[in-house]
């Protein structure tokens, strides 16, 4: 469009739209992508070409080319026009280049919340870190660590923050790979900029996004997708579930989650055959429960309601007993709950599931199996409502209880070095600080592409929260499928 445009002010407008949309190149085919752009046809010296030889440039730096990327932005500014709309921004890269080609492989940075009201969470990931590479005498050594230097950089609580503190472990610091983001709001700019400068990010946060990712991002912590993914399958495959009812909160969250399962569900052969949402913070659910159980009195059921107030009436004329034997034996005139859904799936916090799972118990159904999400991996769930999630099944990265021994050992040596039970962000901090060290230690890559390259050629890494593939279009991971015994989370055991 650019190229054809009359005027050189739509032109400019259409070049403009071309570079902002550019960033969804190169995401998950980066040579493949990059030989599509070379075949495109321009004169090489005009607008269009030159904004082509651009965005050229950009996918040798994707795939890890430097000093090819600097050769063609230099062609291309030297025979663009002064005024060329893109002047400024291959200027900006080029000058980027001077920096991003000149690499430490033995340099690693770490990119985390250390001041602010996150600052807590940054440095729980950070006692992880310093465990995985053996920092201390005291803690167990990691060969492959010994030529490491680690660098920390404090994100901070912004996006802005963030971005310099990474564009600093980059080109000042010359890391051959970042650990981080933690904060979810930080992650899509960081993994933009991680796939611009070509720098392996071995991410912490969960919200990871469509889009968001690329060769260079590696997520550690387990998205809400794949929750879902893992929760879906043993549900259908390994219990036999097929019909399932959704009770959540209508808000975005819950929006989130509601879409998730019910994709997955049809996805993998169920079907969904109820669903109610309710305001989020509820402390009141009779009447979403109501409905999932068919107890509004509506079309045929109101025919059925009707026809046992008229049976108790009678029956309650003719009886003599008074109290709580009377009511007793009224209620099986009443309507009884229809229950037609194998499993419900609530995502919520703890407490919200402690006034949930009761509710059903009320209307007479008990034990209902429930599904959840990680939110649900707490001792507080069990003391809430413990007895009405027997038949429970939700997922987390992680459960202290693990008796796999690497599990074991890294609870056992982090009570010992930090005094506290480690949770999830800490393992998961572990593990890509594990998978990141291993890599470079086996493999010792000269580049960061080398080192993008040995990270998704390798089969599978074992961590702490499970097994991780790194794959150019995503990750694949393990995760601990748990339920509730007695007054206990359990794992759930492997079919």
């Given at each position: 469009?650019?190229?054809?445009?009359?005027?050189?002010?739509?032109?400019?407008?259409?070049?403009?739209?071309a570079f902002?949309?550019?960033?969804?190149?190169?995401?998950?085919?980066?040579?493949?992508?990059?030989?599509?752009?070379?075949?495109?046809?321009?004169?090489?010296?005009s607008?269009?070409?030159?904004?082509?030889?651009?965005?050229?440039?950009?996918?040798?730096?994707?795939?890890?080319?430097?000093?090819?990327?600097?050769s063609?932005?230099?062609?291309?500014?030297?025979?663009?026009?002064?005024?060329?709309?893109?002047?400024?921004?291959?200027?900006?890269?080029?000058?980027?280049?001077?920096?991003?080609?000149?690499?430490?492989?033995?340099?690693?940075?770490?990119?985390?919340?250390?001041?602010?009201?996150?600052?807590?969470?940054?440095?729980?990931?950070?006692?992880?870190?310093?465990?995985?590479?053996?920092?201390?005498?005291?803690?167990?050594?990691?060969?492959?660590?010994?030529?490491?230097?680690?660098?920390?950089?404090?994100?901070?609580?912004?996006?802005?923050?963030?971005?310099?503190?990474?564009?600093?472990?980059?080109?000042?610091?010359?890391?051959?790979?970042?650990?981080?983001?933690?904060?979810?709001?930080?992650?899509?700019?960081?993994?933009?900029r991680?796939q611009e400068?070509?720098?392996?990010?071995?991410?912490?946060?969960?919200?990871?996004e469509?889009?968001?990712?690329?060769?260079?991002?590696?997520?550690?912590?387990?998205?809400?997708?794949?929750?879902?993914?893992?929760?879906?399958?043993?549900?259908?495959?390994?219990?036999?579930?097929?019909?399932?009812?959704?009770?959540?909160?209508?808000?975005?969250?819950?929006?989130?989650?509601?879409?998730?399962?019910?994709?997955?569900?049809?996805?993998?052969?169920?079907?969904?055959?109820?669903?109610?949402?309710?305001?989020?913070?509820?402390?009141?659910?009779?009447?979403?429960?109501?409905?999932?159980?068919?107890l509004?009195?509506?079309?045929?059921?109101?025919?059925?309601?009707?026809?046992?107030?008229?049976?108790?009436?009678?029956?309650?004329?003719?009886?003599?007993?008074?109290?709580?034997?009377?009511?007793?034996?009224?209620?099986?005139?009443?309507?009884?709950?229809?229950?037609?859904?194998?499993?419900?799936?609530?995502?919520?916090?703890?407490?919200?599931?402690g006034?949930?799972?009761?509710?059903?118990?009320?209307?007479?159904?008990?034990?209902?199996?429930?599904?959840?999400?990680?939110?649900?991996?707490?001792?507080?769930?069990?003391q809430?409502?413990?007895?009405?999630?027997?038949?429970?099944l939700?997922?987390?990265?992680?459960?202290?209880?693990?008796?796999?021994?690497g599990?074991?050992?890294?609870?056992?040596?982090?009570?010992?070095?930090?005094?506290?039970?480690?949770?999830?962000?800490?393992?998961?901090?572990?593990?890509?600080?594990?998978?990141?060290?291993?890599?470079?230690g086996?493999?010792?890559?000269?580049?960061?592409?080398?080192?993008?390259?040995?990270l998704?050629?390798?089969?599978?890494?074992?961590?702490?929260?499970?097994?991780?593939?790194?794959?150019?279009?995503?990750?694949?991971?393990?995760?601990?499928?748990?339920?509730?015994?007695?007054?206990?989370?359990v794992?759930?055991?492997?079919?």
């Amino acid at each position: 469009a650019a190229h054809e445009a009359k005027d050189i002010a739509a032109r400019d407008t259409f070049l403009q739209k071309a570079f902002n949309n550019s960033k969804k190149i190169y995401l998950k085919n980066p040579r493949g992508d990059l030989e599509r752009l070379t075949e495109l046809d321009f004169p090489k010296g005009s607008p269009a070409g030159i904004a082509a030889r651009i965005f050229v440039a950009r996918g040798y730096m994707y795939v890890g080319e430097p000093k090819e990327a600097e050769s063609i932005l230099k062609d291309a500014l030297e025979m663009a026009e002064v005024n060329h709309v893109l002047r400024p921004k291959a200027e900006e890269i080029l000058a980027d280049l001077s920096k991003l080609g000149d690499v430490d492989p033995n340099v690693v940075g770490v990119l985390l919340p250390l001041s602010g009201k996150f600052g807590k969470f940054g440095r729980l990931c950070l006692n992880a870190v310093t465990m995985a590479v053996g920092a201390f005498e005291e803690m167990p050594e990691n060969s492959y660590a010994a030529n490491l230097k680690i660098v920390v950089r404090d994100s901070g609580e912004t996006v802005e923050s963030a971005l310099l503190a990474f564009e600093a472990l980059v080109k000042e610091e010359k890391a051959v790979a970042v650990i981080g983001p933690l904060l979810s709001k930080q992650f899509p700019a960081i993994a933009r900029r991680a796939q611009e400068f070509g720098t392996p990010l071995m991410s912490l946060s969960q919200r990871v996004e469509a889009g968001q990712t690329g060769s260079f991002v590696f997520p550690i912590a387990l998205t809400p997708n794949q929750q879902i993914e893992l929760i879906v399958s043993h549900a259908i495959k390994v219990n036999g579930y097929k019909r399932f009812a959704i009770l959540a909160p209508s808000d975005s969250f819950g929006n989130e989650y509601t879409n998730l399962f019910w994709d997955e569900v049809e996805k993998q052969g169920g079907e969904i055959v109820g669903i109610e949402r309710y305001a989020p913070k509820s402390t009141d659910f009779r009447d979403e429960i109501k409905k999932l159980l068919g107890l509004e009195y509506s079309g045929a059921r109101q025919i059925e309601a009707e026809d046992l107030k008229r049976r108790e009436e009678h029956y309650a004329a003719t009886l003599k007993v008074r109290g709580k034997l009377r009511q007793r034996l009224l209620k099986a005139y009443q309507l009884k709950p229809i229950v037609a859904f194998d499993a419900i799936f609530v995502p919520d916090d703890p407490a919200t599931i402690g006034q949930v799972a009761p509710s059903f118990a009320v209307q007479d159904v008990e034990n209902i199996p429930m599904l959840g999400i990680n939110t649900w991996n707490t001792s507080e769930l069990v003391q809430r409502a413990g007895k009405y999630l027997q038949k429970s099944l939700f997922v987390d990265s992680f459960y202290p209880g693990s008796t796999k021994p690497g599990a074991m050992k890294f609870v056992q040596d982090y009570m010992k070095f930090f005094n506290a039970i480690p949770g999830t962000i800490e393992v998961q901090a572990f593990d890509a600080a594990s998978i990141l060290i291993d890599s470079i230690g086996s493999n010792a890559p000269e580049s960061r592409a080398q080192l993008r390259d040995q990270l998704l050629g390798h089969e599978k890494f074992t961590g702490i929260t499970g097994d991780f593939q790194f794959r150019p279009d995503g990750v694949k991971r393990s995760a601990h499928l748990l339920s509730i015994r007695g007054n206990s989370i359990v794992e759930v055991p492997a079919p």
